[in-house]
């Protein structure tokens, strides 16, 4: 265990069960919730199925934020029922036009030392404000506003120390993006990352907040950093002083394995495409001509940053031909944007801006042209996720975003030929809560339109299974490639018609989809099997990509190694966890290969952690190393069928 660390000192404050050893199930208290309107839907029909009628928590707010398009009636279907399951619940709600949930959250509600557990795999911005702050499955967030404790393996501690200081033109975004670069996007289930040293009371709470968020890519459990003066300073701006507690880990903190990190020596950095740990520093990629530069998202929208990105446009216009679009964070952003005039620069320079919200980071719109680049202060850069097949998109900070958009190529803010713009923070930040809705009514009706589906429920898990593989994919699979989102988001609350995606990306034109195939094995009877490598199911939370291939029945997912909430979401819905006891099986199967396991119930109950399948009269071993409470989970085919409210 992580002695010392802060880590440790959240846990133990909420500790509910369980063990202290590294890798082992603990259970711990969750005062806050948050949701979204993407993964809020299911996450509220499913607290119904369980039948609790109030939120038990301290706090729990409802965000819409990110399916805003508004392309037919389902997406304000579905914010016509959080809105009012909200009200009939005791959640706070927070409608669309409020802000992205994350900045809006740290702004308006975080506090240090809470635990926040929230259905989007960026909550653990939340640890920039010193909250232990995880993402996990919409069921997993339901059963905490249920008050149910949420049990995850006790994390290791990555201890991440910051000395020194930024140089002018370097920014938060390029210390997490350094970050990726060293640790990758791969092989950190399990860990936090904690921040400390001398370096972090140079960080703001946003600057920080943009290193936590980014952390989501590495795979981590958390990100966090310690509650100091500048996290008092960032909640008297917020007018919440008074949830200011100084927190911090023991100086002789035991970390499981160490950085240092000298902010003095970052360089602006980018990822390249297709993944966040391609990291480059942005001078190595000078040539590369760009069309598009998008600013914004959860990990760059704040005040800070857009502020920045004006002084720098003032009195200047963008280079020809470039698109640049802006989606402010939060509207507290917006409005202070607009009356210190900042709107007006970003405008006249010729910038577009968008609503508050998540736009083009989920492929809401501004999708790139055929074989051009697109620059973009946002955190994931997954193929296909900006809606463009064959995308080539760079994640930058906010200065070398606005370079970029000056030049009309990639290009290090450091090397343009005026001084980096210091932002003064407002003494108070314009605080206006009015739009949040919090008045509890537990008789209020519940709007239900047409496309608010149910839940689906799995059925529990057979002893003999015979699993057909459908499709064999390769390593660090997103769940976006599982699961779409884009133009297909609207559909989040109608699974038959959202499991019609599935695996969309790897279909073949003419041949029938992976959804058409699954379907007919399911209609005769049968059961399906998905094949991956390495780190599969990186990148957002959202359990559809569970909940849409159950529904299609598929009954196992096999791979090298499985991200943390992915994991969660197949245990939740039923769908076992296999993994390669032996790599070199992966190269052995290949689609339409039926995996025969016999006796599975008693095997896996029996423990051993291990389950033997035949196919074309070989052996293969998988792990499947289940805690008691994921065993239960699995054989009764998931948690609506086992938890009682
Ligand atoms: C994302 O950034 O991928 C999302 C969209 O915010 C997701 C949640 C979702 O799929 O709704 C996430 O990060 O969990
Ligand atoms: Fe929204 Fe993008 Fe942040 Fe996800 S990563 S919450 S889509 S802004």
């Known amino acids: ?246 927190l911090a880990a023991d100086p002789d903190a035991r970390y499981d394995r160490l950085i240092d990190i000298d902010l003095g020596e970052i360089v602006p950095l980018a990822a390249c495409p297709s993944s966040p740990d391609l990291v480059k520093p942005v001078r190595e990629l000078e040539s590369i001509k760009v069309d598009q530069v998008l600013m914004g998202s959860c990990t760059n929208g704040s005040f800070r940053d857009l502020a920045m990105a004006a002084t720098a446009l003032r009195g200047r216009k963008i280079a020809a031909g470039i698109s640049l679009a802006i989606a402010p964070g939060s509207r507290q952003t917006l409005e202070m944007l607009a009356e210190r005039g900042f709107l007006t620069d970003l405008v006249a320079a010729g910038a577009r801006i968008l609503e508050t919200g998540c736009g083009p980071c989920i492929g809401q719109g501004l999708s790139p042209a055929d074989d051009t680049v697109s620059v973009r202060t946002f955190n994931r850069n997954f193929a296909g996720r900006s809606g463009t097949k064959g995308d080539r998109l760079y994640l930058v900070s906010p200065e070398t975003a606005v370079a970029t958009a000056l030049t009309g190529h990639l290009t290090s803010p ?92 790897f279909n073949t034109p003419g041949a029938p989809s992976f959804a058409e195939r699954a379907e007919k094995l399911r209609d005769a009877g049968g059961a399906g099997a998905i094949v991956g490598g390495e780190s599969y199911g990186q990148g957002s939370s959202r359990e559809h990509a569970a909940i849409c291939p159950m529904y299609l029945g598929v009954k196992a997912v096999i791979v090298k190694s499985l991200e943390r909430i992915h994991r969660a979401n197949l245990i939740n819905f039923g769908i076992l966890p296999l993994e390669f006891a032996d790599p070199a099986d992966y190269d052995r199967l290949v689609p339409g290969d039926v995996l025969v396991f016999k006796g599975l119930r008693g095997g896996l109950t029996r423990g051993g952690g291990t389950v033997t399948a ?13 805690s008691p409470g994921e065993l239960e989970t699995v054989l009764a085919g998931g948690k609506l069928n086992s938890v009682e409210a």
Request: aromatic share 6%.
């Open 1 to 246: 265990m992580a002695k010392g660390t802060l880590t440790q000192k959240i846990i133990d404050a909420h500790l509910a069960g369980g063990s202290h050893h590294t890798g082992e199930p603990v259970s711990i208290r969750i005062d806050q919730t948050l949701t979204q309107d993407a993964t809020g839907t299911m996450a509220f029909l499913e607290f119904e199925a369980l039948g609790t009628p109030r939120v038990r928590t301290e706090l729990s707010v409802s965000y819409v934020d990110h399916n805003m398009m508004q392309n037919g009636p389902e997406n304000r279907n579905d914010h016509l029922y959080l809105e009012s399951i909200a009200r009939r619940t005791g959640a706070v709600f927070s409608p669309q036009g409020n802000g992205i949930c994350h900045q809006l959250h740290i702004e308006r509600f975080g506090a240090p030392g809470k635990t926040l557990l929230g259905s989007d795999s960026h909550t653990p911005t939340g640890g920039g404000i010193a909250m232990l702050a995880i993402g996990a499955g919409g069921l997993d967030v339901a059963l905490a506003m249920a008050g149910k404790p949420f049990t995850l393996a006790y994390p290791k501690v990555i201890g991440i120390r910051l000395t020194g200081r930024l140089k002018s033109w370097s920014s938060a975004k390029d210390v997490v993006l350094k970050v990726l670069s060293i640790l990758t996007t791969k092989g950190n289930v399990g860990c936090v990352a904690e921040y400390f040293g001398d370096g972090v009371a140079t960080l703001s709470v946003p600057q920080r907040a943009t290193i936590t968020n980014m952390g989501a890519e590495l795979g981590v459990t958390s990100s966090l950093f310690p509650s100091d003066d500048r996290t008092r300073e960032f909640l008297a701006r917020q007018g919440r002083e008074e949830c200011f507690v100084p």
């Open 414 to 505: 450091d090397t343009l030929d005026f001084p980096h713009p210091e932002i003064e923070e407002p003494e108070r930040y314009r605080i206006d809560d009015r739009h949040f809705r919090r008045d509890f009514d537990p008789k209020a009706e519940v709007v239900r339109k047409p496309t608010i589906g149910e839940p689906p429920h799995n059925s529990p898990l057979p002893d003999d299974l015979a699993a057909t593989i459908l499709i064999k994919v390769g390593d660090k699979i997103t769940t976006d490639h599982i699961m779409p989102a884009g133009i297909h988001l609207k559909h989040r609350s109608n699974i038959p018609r959202y499991a019609q995606v599935v695996f969309e990306c």
């Open 614 to 626: 035949e196919t074309n009269g070989r052996k293969i071993v998988f792990d499947c190393r289940l």
